[in-house]
């Protein structure tokens, strides 16, 4: 390939050949319609909670081997070991004292 093109060479390359850069005077471009944009309104969004939350659900129980309650907590972290923890200390406010921690899913 050579490296020197005049300037109508380059012009070919790029555009074409100059017979079909211009259209004649019987051809009329078609008209371009643009579609105008309605202004959409937006839905209210349903009432979310503003911080992500994880639900602990813990079996627990306040004595060795005894009788086994259901504990449900939910905690406003991403962090599942931060959710369990404040679980685990929220049953011990309630006087539990044997933790078993059955799921951690997010709500």
């Known amino acids: 390939m050579s ?3 005049t300037e109508e060479e380059m012009r070919q390359a790029l555009f074409g ?3 079909n850069s211009h259209p004649s005077q019987s051809e009329k471009p078609a008209p371009v ?4 944009a309605k ?3 937006k839905a209210k969004a349903s009432a979310k ?6 639900r602990v659900t813990l079996h627990v129980s306040r004595e060795f081997e005894g009788e086994i309650d259901v504990f ?10 931060v959710a369990e923890q ?3 200390n929220e049953a011990k406010k309630k006087k539990y004292k ?3 921690v059955v799921s951690t899913k997010p709500i």
Request: charged share 20%.
């Open 33 to 36: 319609v643009t579609p105008t």
């Open 98 to 100: 044997y933790f078993e």
């Open 17 to 19: 050949s100059s017979q």
């Open 39 to 41: 202004p959409v309104q």
């Open 49 to 54: 909670p503003h911080s992500p939350k994880l």
């Open 3 to 5: 490296k020197d093109l």
């Open 86 to 88: 404040e679980a685990k």
């Open 72 to 81: 449900v907590h939910d905690a406003n972290t991403l962090s599942t070991f």
